[in-house]
């Protein structure tokens, strides 16, 4: 039997459309991270579970909510990123999660969304999809085989030891 599959959708740049609705259907629960519900309900998606301090969702979202369930956690201790991956671990079965609207002008948006996947590592098989971009975050052991000319990146967060590539 497979991992169960989440997609979590931040209030970032979104992913193009043909790319959401793939990384949607392979989904077995959908999560958007507060403002991030906009960018599956501009798709005309809807997701299972929307969590965060839900600053950035319009209010009409919230009203009359009966197809999904809203998880407001008004802390500002956490980012919303993080309170979507907390909840699939101690409230789903899903382990291999896609992160999707990471993209943002913002740098320190995107640096804090990388810091609290790297958190997460251990615990989930995370993998950030965008567009033009695919992030793994490695704890043990990746093999991958893109096509030649590929531009491949190595980042380290925090000990890294034994790194081989061919």
Known sequence: ??????????????????????????????????????????????????????DSLAAEHLQDTPEFEVLQDPSQDTTDVEKALHWLVHCSDARDVVVSGSQSADLDHVLGTFSVCAKFAE????????????????????????????????????????????
Do not use: C, W
């Open 1 to 54: 039997m497979g991992l169960t599959r989440a997609l979590v959708i931040l209030n970032g740049t979104p992913p193009g459309k043909r790319l959401l609705r793939s990384l949607y259907n392979s989904a077995d629960i959908v999560v958007a991270a507060d403002g991030g519900a906009h960018t599956l309900f501009d798709a005309r998606l809807k997701p299972h579970v929307v969590i965060g301090d839900l």
């Open 123 to 166: 615990r989930l098989r995370l993998r950030i999809v965008e567009d033009r971009s695919l992030v793994y975050f490695v704890t043990d052991r990746l093999q991958i085989s893109p096509p030649v000319g590929t531009t491949v990146s190595l980042v380290g967060m925090g000990a890294a030891e034994g790194i081989r590539t061919s």
